[in-house]
């Protein structure tokens, strides 16, 4: 499986970005997707999932609301759709794919496979 995330760049605070991971195969299909973040000096953080089987999305507490993920599966794409963005949402985002069950889909550690991250800047 092979995953490469793109669509990382620099917004002022309140502006918006929309994130893509391009999946091979029938990735869609077969795994929980997942979107997370890893800030300078801290761990990585789950930040939304969605499930192969009935699209089910998950979204962690903080940009839940301001965050939206979603998929094309005839392009084989998962997206994040990051809108009123805040400082304190810089990091690296990385899209991961995974057999994961909804209990253990925030734990980054369930997810077996990991594009290369892409940055994003919130600052005025």
């Known amino acids: 499986v092979h995953l490469q995330a793109y669509g990382g760049g620099a917004v002022q605070p309140g502006g918006s970005l929309r994130l893509s991971c391009a999946a091979s195969?029938?990735?869609?299909?077969?795994?929980?997707m997942g979107w997370f973040r890893q800030s300078l000096g801290k761990e990585r953080e789950f930040v939304a999932a969605?499930?192969?089987?009935?699209?089910?999305?998950h979204y962690a507490h903080s940009v839940k609301g301001r965050f939206t993920i979603f998929r094309d599966r005839a392009r084989g794409q998962v997206y994040l759709q990051l809108n009123s963005l805040r400082p304190e949402d810089t990091s690296v985002y990385y899209c991961?794919?995974?057999?994961?069950?909804?209990?253990?889909?925030?734990?980054?550690?369930?997810?077996?496979?990991w594009g290369q991250g892409t940055l994003v800047t919130v600052s005025s």
């Open positions: 969605i499930r192969a089987s009935g699209g089910t999305t």
């Open positions: 195969g029938n990735t869609l299909g077969q795994y929980t």
């Open positions: 991961a794919a995974g057999t994961v069950i909804t209990r253990t889909l925030r734990d980054s550690q369930k997810y077996a496979y």
